[in-house]
């Protein structure tokens, strides 16, 4: 059994950072790749950003260069930090681990105000 439990999400300005993390645990060892989808209303779940066990990155790019996506394999770990961040970043956020099948979070809540 695997859970995920993520946190960091809230309310903040257009402009504004924040962090999510998401923690693996349970039957969880050499996870392949880690990520973020998220979900807008009325709008279809999207990859955010992922990377893989060794290091390399993949972002949509409409968050290039305001995202960075990292993972502390130790914790079984994985962050997006958020800066500048806009009205339309406004989703559920979900993270994911691939193991021999994708596990994925409950989904954080993230609202930029404009």
């Known amino acids: 059994q695997v859970q995920l439990v993520e946190s960091g999400g809230g309310l903040v300005q257009a402009g504004g950072s924040l962090k999510l993390s998401c923690a693996a645990s349970?039957?969880?060892?050499?996870?392949?790749?880690m990520g973020w989808y998220r979900q807008a209303p009325g709008k279809q779940r999207e990859l955010v950003a992922a990377?893989?066990?060794?290091?390399?990155?993949n972002y949509a790019d409409s968050v290039k260069g305001r995202f960075t996506i990292s993972r502390d394999n130790a914790k079984n770990t994985v962050y997006l930090q958020m800066n500048s961040l806009k009205p339309e970043d406004t989703a559920v956020y979900y993270c994911?681990?691939?193991?021999?099948?994708?596990?994925w979070g409950q989904g954080t809540q993230v609202t930029v105000s404009s």
């Open positions: 994911y681990i691939l193991l021999a099948r994708v596990s």
């Open positions: 990377i893989t066990r060794g290091g390399s990155t």
């Open positions: 349970g039957s969880v060892f050499n996870i392949n790749a």
